[in-house]
């Protein structure tokens, strides 16, 4: 697992905005996302359950997670991997972005991170790696 974002007080420690690990996710009968997350709140890691809403395009979807945003699946095989980002307006700032790769396996990857680190590049704001898990970084 590996995180990225466009500023990186939405990373940054264990309390930040948008410091969030997805556990799960659950499609639902309605094309919807339901997502599980955990997130370190008051000293202890709680769980959270989002529900995402589909949109026209099948790759996006919004969520009401402070604020109404905007989620989007960059890639993925449906199998072992996702890449997905999700807008973080952050203070002083008119747009922001986090985003994660999961894995669905310990094993490191290193051809996925590289092609994780390649979608980055194509978004329209810049994004850099700050937590890789898979490296024991972060």
């Known amino acids: 697992m590996a995180m990225a974002a466009s500023d990186i007080s939405l990373l ?3 309390t930040a905005p948008l410091r ?17 997350l955990r ?3 008051n000293h202890a890691c709680i769980e959270g359950n989002i529900m995402a809403q589909r949109t026209e395009d099948p790759a ?4 009401d997670y402070q604020g109404e945003r905007k989620i989007s699946v960059l890639d993925t ?11 973080a ?6 747009n922001g972005m986090m985003c994660q790769y999961l894995a669905r396996t310990l094993k490191a990857d290193n051809e996925v991170m590289e092609k994780f ?3 980055l ?14 490296q024991g970084k972060g």
């Open 121 to 134: 590049q194509t978004l329209p704001v810049h994004i850099r790696i700050i937590l890789d898990l898979t």
């Open 60 to 63: 996006v979807f919004t969520v």
């Open 12 to 14: 940054d420690s264990e």
């Open 20 to 36: 969030v690990y997805v556990q799960e996710l659950r499609p639902t009968p309605g094309d919807n996302l339901e997502i599980i």
């Open 77 to 87: 095989d449906y199998t072992h991997y996702m890449f997905f980002c999700m807008e």
């Open 117 to 119: 680190d390649r979608a």
């Open 89 to 94: 307006p952050a203070p002083g700032m008119e």
């Open 39 to 41: 997130k370190w709140e």
